[in-house]
């Protein structure tokens, strides 16, 4: 896997960049989020000012 390779050379070893992925991956539960995110909690507001021609301003 080419995901293991890079992070073996981030931390120096192959198979300790294994175990963690391992660790990681071993029960992996799937966690659904529903709403709006937070980091998009002004972005419907930022898209209507863009499209609002700013008038008086040099």
Known sequence: MEIVRILGKILGDVPTATAILDRFLYYPEIVTITGKGYRLKDHAMT????KTPISGRL
């Open 47 to 50: 898209s209507r000012e863009a």
